[in-house]
């Protein structure tokens, strides 16, 4: 029986506003372990990575907000993928802020040649210190994740880059930075946004990601904001931008995943219950996990 791994990572520390913190215990409740068990998978919760309550703190030197405490947490957050990913287990990670990421990736890059990314989401997370208007990590970890950034991020878990820009793909992007945009088209870094997504369909979208990714890399990592769907259905998100992809898009891209069987990590983040509506998002992160772990309409 396949085996996952869920990993909790309650941290609200790569941006200001209150809640998201929640997040894993939102997408839990929303019956997340009930429904992947229903799919014939050995599910193994390992429960949530110590945060507790540590004071914001804004490095004037730096422009970054909580940089230690981030990179601290990170540090964790790897050590237990990498575990994960060792044991022969599918580490399925819960958000939390999109910082996470930062450890996700380390914990799981190291077992890769040619790890590939899918990046699903309203915003590129390409900005640096320097780029970014408001210092808030949880714009960063994709810059950070292909070593441009503070070294006290690039550098966690003992190597840097954890990706290649080339294995990359962003989909669903509409409020992209003046300095990620140079970074797109400095680093070749594929994106579909919105304009693709409308202009091609899902499907076309999707197969093209499937094929630019299958042959080049020996792993794909999912990272999925629910910010990249549109705030009428996915509400409980802190940064909700309108014109985002549809809940039946959303799901029509995690069937074609599970289809083409290259997905090897993934994770859910940005879920903020305070923000949301009877649950709503959680309600959807778990009804995407699903499509994506194998479940099917009939």
């Given at each position: 029986?396949?085996?996952?791994?869920?990993?909790?990572?309650?941290?609200?520390?790569?941006?200001?506003?209150?809640g998201?913190?929640?997040g894993?215990?939102?997408m839990?409740?929303?019956?997340?372990?009930?429904?992947?068990?229903?799919?014939?998978?050995?599910?193994?919760?390992?429960?949530?990575i110590?945060?507790?309550?540590?004071?914001?703190?804004?490095?004037?030197?730096?422009?970054?907000?909580?940089l230690?405490?981030?990179?601290?947490?990170?540090e964790?957050?790897?050590?237990?993928?990498d575990?994960v990913?060792?044991?022969?287990?599918?580490?399925?990670?819960?958000?939390?802020?999109?910082?996470?990421?930062?450890?996700?990736l380390?914990?799981?890059?190291?077992?890769?040649?040619n790890?590939?990314?899918?990046?699903?989401?309203?915003?590129?997370?390409?900005?640096?210190?320097?780029?970014?208007?408001?210092?808030?990590?949880?714009?960063?970890?994709?810059?950070?994740?292909?070593?441009i950034?503070?070294?006290?991020?690039?550098?966690?878990?003992?190597?840097?880059?954890?990706i290649?820009?080339?294995?990359?793909?962003?989909?669903?992007a509409?409020?992209?930075?003046?300095?990620?945009k140079?970074?797109?088209?400095?680093?070749?870094?594929?994106?579909?946004?919105?304009?693709?997504?409308?202009?091609?369909?899902?499907?076309?979208?999707?197969?093209?990601?499937?094929?630019?990714?299958?042959?080049?890399?020996?792993?794909?990592?999912?990272?999925?904001?629910?910010?990249?769907?549109?705030?009428n259905?996915a509400?409980?998100?802190?940064?909700?931008?309108?014109?985002?992809?549809?809940?039946?898009?959303?799901?029509?891209?995690?069937?074609?995943?599970?289809?083409?069987?290259?997905?090897?990590?993934?994770?859910?983040?940005?879920?903020?219950?305070?923000?949301?509506?009877?649950?709503?998002?959680?309600?959807?992160?778990v009804?995407l996990?699903?499509?994506?772990?194998?479940?099917?309409?009939?």
């Amino acid at each position: 029986m396949r085996k996952i791994s869920i990993i909790g990572m309650p941290m609200d520390l790569g941006q200001l506003r209150r809640g998201v913190d929640m997040g894993p215990s939102a997408m839990r409740y929303a019956g997340m372990i009930e429904r992947l068990k229903t799919l014939q998978y050995e599910i193994d919760d390992l429960g949530d990575i110590p945060i507790g309550r540590p004071e914001v703190v804004v490095r004037k030197d730096t422009n970054l907000r909580n940089l230690e405490l981030v990179a601290e947490k990170s540090e964790l957050l790897a050590k237990r993928v990498d575990e994960v990913v060792s044991a022969g287990s599918f580490p399925l990670v819960l958000g939390g802020d999109h910082s996470i990421a930062i450890g996700t990736l380390s914990g799981v890059a190291k077992h890769y040649q040619n790890l590939g990314v899918i990046w699903y989401d309203a915003h590129g997370d390409l900005n640096t210190a320097e780029t970014s208007p408001s210092g808030n990590i949880h714009g960063m970890p994709l810059a950070i994740s292909i070593g441009i950034g503070h070294p006290t991020l690039t550098e966690i878990a003992g190597y840097c880059p954890k990706i290649k820009p080339e294995n990359i793909v962003i989909i669903g992007a509409r409020a992209l930075d003046d300095g990620e945009k140079v970074l797109i088209k400095e680093k070749g870094i594929k994106v579909y946004t919105m304009h693709e997504v409308d202009r091609l369909g899902m499907t076309k979208v999707m197969e093209e990601t499937i094929d630019y990714l299958k042959d080049k890399t020996d792993g794909v990592h999912l990272s999925l904001d629910l910010d990249g769907l549109d705030p009428n259905d996915a509400p409980g998100v802190g940064t909700p931008v309108i014109g985002g992809i549809s809940y039946r898009e959303s799901n029509l891209a995690m069937e074609m995943l599970s289809e083409a069987n290259i997905i090897t990590s993934a994770e859910f983040v940005e879920v903020n219950p305070i923000l949301d509506e009877k649950n709503k998002t959680a309600t959807v992160a778990v009804s995407l996990m699903g499509s994506l772990f194998g479940e099917k309409l009939l």
